[in-house]
């Protein structure tokens, strides 16, 4: 009885090991919001990290975290740092391509909870007098974040950040278009 009970545990553990295998190796999370302004008035706002504090929905979920900036004040080659609580977790973000008005990339390193990196982009594209902007995350997943994937949804987990975090610059952006 114990022999079969073994070779039952080896055999849902083998199972496990070979779904998590094959699950899909990337990642993506994308979220788009309608912004009643110009292009420029948004990209502004996502080009510059000093401006994050006001509509990031990270910012707000650690008031001690030690935040650092590096590179020019905005644009390609400003970066990013901050360590945290458990809730925003300690990382590094440098702006890796800025198109005035259209694109900022971003590489996104997180270092803790969990060691990963990711490429965050931000496109603006003109909708009659408004503006579309559409933030997506691609990231490679390894064996352990197939496995933790399994569990979390990453679209979901994510994804509620990026449309809090979209509302918010929808509203940064309204508040400034009125001075």
Not at 36 to 56: C, G, L, T, Y
Not at 76 to 97: C, L
């Amino acid at each position: 009885m114990l022999k079969k009970i073994i070779i039952g545990v080896v055999v849902v553990v083998v199972v496990f090991l070979v779904v998590v295998a094959l699950q899909p190796p990337q990642y993506r999370v994308v979220r788009t919001i309608l912004i009643p302004a110009p292009p420029a008035d948004v990209f502004v706002h996502v080009n510059d990290f000093h401006k994050w504090e006001a509509w990031s929905p990270w910012a707000k979920l650690d008031p001690a975290c030690k935040n650092t900036y590096e590179g020019p004040e905005a644009g390609t080659g400003a970066a990013f740092g901050w360590a945290g609580n458990s809730k925003v977790g300690e990382g590094h973000m440098t702006i890796i391509e800025s198109q005035p008005a259209e694109l900022v990339s971003i590489k996104l390193d997180f270092i803790k909870p969990f060691a990963s990196t990711a490429i965050n982009r931000f496109s603006f594209k003109p909708e009659n007098s408004q503006t579309l902007v559409t933030w997506s995350m691609d990231g490679e997943k390894n064996f352990i974040s197939k496995a933790f994937c399994m569990f979390m949804n990453m679209d979901k987990t994510v994804g509620g950040d990026f449309e809090k975090g979209l509302a918010s610059l929808k509203s940064v952006t309204e508040l400034a278009a009125k001075k």
